[in-house]
């Protein structure tokens, strides 16, 4: 099986920074895009950011110039840098990845446990 494990939430102060974690482990041959997902409560999960194992990233509008997503290949992890943060930014938030697992190459894609993140005003 295939596991993403997210690390580094929590509450932090409007124009504060954080950043997200997260490592994939398991039966894996290779992971196509990685990214980060959120949730506040009673919307919908939405977009954050993307990247591909080439390294091309994909922002939402709201995260544009605050947020950077950065991936290590060889450690199976991908990166939120969040910088600047509102109170808006709050929400759960969920790692992604699209995974080519070992045995059958069929790609999947898994999602994390998520991970809170809570910005004060």
């Known amino acids: 099986q295939v596991l993403l494990v997210e690390s580094g939430g929590g509450l932090v102060q409007a124009e504060g920074s954080l950043r997200l974690s997260c490592a994939a482990s398991g039966m894996i041959y290779s992971i196509n895009t990685m990214g980060w997902y959120r949730q506040a409560p009673g919307e919908q999960r939405e977009l954050v950011a993307t990247i591909t194992t080439g390294g091309r990233t994909n922002y939402a509008d709201s995260v544009k110039g605050r947020f950077t997503v950065s991936r290590d290949n060889a450690k199976r992890t991908v990166y939120l840098q969040m910088n600047s943060l509102k109170p808006e930014d709050t929400a759960v938030y969920y790692c992604?990845?699209?995974?080519?697992?070992?045995?059958?190459?069929?790609?999947?894609?898994?999602w994390g446990q998520g991970i809170q993140v809570t910005v004060s005003s």
């Open positions: 992604y990845g699209n995974v080519v697992e070992a045995l059958s190459f069929i790609a999947k894609d898994y």
